[in-house]
């Protein structure tokens, strides 16, 4: 339902006077100039509302005024959006003049505000940040920024001391203008979290980026994913990692390395301290590639968390990584989804997770995984007594992988959470899956949508039955399955009785 204007007359009249409400979200209301100036008028005298959320309206110049005034008086709003409004240059200048006054605003959201190139609206935000002091997070996503722009907000970001959040993900801002940003990371000393991912920095722009992160101590988060960063922009990443002490998180998903690019990041794990996330999902890094970062990861440290989603590393890489796991003892959590890792590769990770002491959050769904390799995940549930959580989506248990994957829950004390989505899954297997939740005393959270659960048979009764008894299980998703009223009626009756939990 979308409000027209008489509607939000009421609304705005509501909050005129209501003195309980903190968080208003109107998005997707074809709010227009009238609607805007209502909301205006209810903002300049309200003194509760915290965050308003005006995103995909139809917002434009007149109405971006409209909005400013009131925050130029309003003293309780710390959050809005005005995301996917076309508010263009006028719309900012204005809002950029509110900036400049406004004492409570701490977020603000302008993604895809349709600002022109170099304009004046992208001025006046910029000449807002030099003298605003309570604005801490930023989004400019989607804003057509080139390197004019970047050049604006590098000077602004220079002398700003509030600002700890920047998003530029999807400008064109470029090789040249990282030259800009580069110069703002090496004297800002309040950012904390840049996101430059999709601007078409490549090479060039990378290693400029890269030189000023040496110099860079404020920076914890860095995201520079689908920039076309190949091998050459990758060479110096070893120096960085090592002279930078701050950063934590590193995203590089979506680029162009190749054997040596993923080289320069195994040197690079291997003198790193500080760096704890490294998000490297699809970089179609391959065999030969992953040997270099299980290389370096064995002997890392301080990654916690590392993301290698849709890499194709394949049985082969997957052998390397068993040999980092069995002696790294400081990741905690490994993604390996849509890896053809198959059943040779799903075997070596789950060998490693024999002697592994660290990992407690697994994900090696989407990888072609059938009854064969499921064997071992049974037989590495008997021993494991640090996995958390395990991710098998959208492979192949069927009827046998179930059975091993259920023997192995009937011992297994400390797995939590079971994610078997899209996995073949038919009724025979429910026996399986009812004997083991009757015994199994951690679980709490177990997927299975989207498989072919018919419910015939009475085959829902052996889960029912041992809901009735489980007293750890509290979200059960049987979504997306084949079954009917009959299987519906059997759950029921153990939502009924059962302890509490959610299906």
């Known amino acids: 339902m979308q409000l027209v204007d008489d509607g939000l007359r009421l609304v705005a009249e509501a909050l005129k006077v209501n003195n309980t409400l903190t968080s208003l979200d109107l998005s997707s209301n074809n709010i227009e100039n009238e609607g805007s100036q209502f909301i205006s008028e209810a903002l300049k005298v309200n003194s509760t509302l915290e965050s308003l959320n005006l995103t995909g309206n139809n917002i434009r110049a007149e109405g971006s005024h409209f909005i400013s005034e009131a925050l130029k008086v309003n003293n309780t709003l710390t959050s809005i959006s005005l995301q996917t409004n076309a508010i263009g240059a006028r719309g900012l200048e204005c809002i950029g003049e509110a900036l400049k006054v406004n004492k409570t605003l701490t977020y603000l959201n302008l993604r895809g505000s349709d600002v022109a190139v170099g304009d004046a609206g992208l001025r006046c935000i910029g000449e807002a940040l030099k003298v605003n002091n309570t604005l801490s997070s930023l989004n400019l996503q989607w804003n057509n920024i080139r390197e004019e722009g970047a050049q604006i907000l590098s000077e602004a970001l220079k002398v700003n001391n509030t600002l700890t959040s920047l998003d530029l993900r999807y400008n064109k801002i470029g090789s040249q203008g990282s030259q800009f940003i580069s110069e703002l990371m090496k004297v800002n000393n309040t950012l904390t979290s840049l996101d430059f991912s999709s601007n078409n920095i490549e090479d060039e722009g990378s290693q400029i980026i890269f030189e000023a992160l040496k110099a860079n101590k404020t920076l914890t988060s860095l995201q520079l994913d689908n920039n076309k960063i190949g091998d050459k922009g990758l060479q110096c990443i070893a120096e ?144 494991n007594n640090t996995l958390i959580s395990l991710n098998l989506s959208r492979n192949e248990i069927g009827t046998e992988g179930s059975q091993f994957i259920c023997e192995g829950l009937k011992v297994n004390n400390t797995l939590r959470s079971l994610n078997l989505k899209s996995n073949l899954i038919e009724d025979a297997s429910l026996r399986f899956f009812g004997e083991a939740l009757k015994v199994n005393e951690t679980l709490s959270s177990l997927n299975m949508c989207g498989n072919y659960i018919r419910g015939e048979d009475r085959s ?44």
Request: aromatic content about 8%; some cysteine; hydrophobic content about 40%.
């Open 240 to 383: 960085v990692f090592k002279a930078n002490k701050t950063l934590t998180s590193f995203y590089f998903s979506f680029n162009d390395f190749g054997v040596e690019g993923a080289q320069c990041i195994g040197e690079a794990l291997k003198v790193n301290t500080t760096i704890t996330s490294l998000n490297l999902w699809d970089n179609e890094i391959g065999k030969e590639s992953s040997q270099s970062i299980a290389e370096g990861l064995k002997v890392n440290s301080a990654i916690t968390s590392l993301d290698l989603n849709g890499n194709n590393i394949g049985d082969e890489g997957a052998q390397f990584f068993r040999e980092a796991l069995k002696v790294n003892n400081t990741l905690t959590l490994l993604n390996l989804s849509r890896n053809n890792l198959g059943e040779q590769g799903s075997q070596f990770i789950i060998e490693a997770l024999k002697v592994n002491k660290s990992l407690t959050d697994l994900n090696i769904g989407d990888n072609n995984i059938s009854k064969e390799g499921l064997q071992f995940v049974g037989e590495m549930f008997q021993v």
């Open 460 to 503: 829902l009764e052996f889960i029912a039955k041992a809901l009735k008894v489980n007293n750890t299980l509290k979200s059960l998703d049987l979504s997306s399955n084949l079954f009917g009223d009959e299987g519906s009626a059997f759950l029921r009756e153990a939502l009924m009785t059962g302890p509490i939990f959610t299906v």
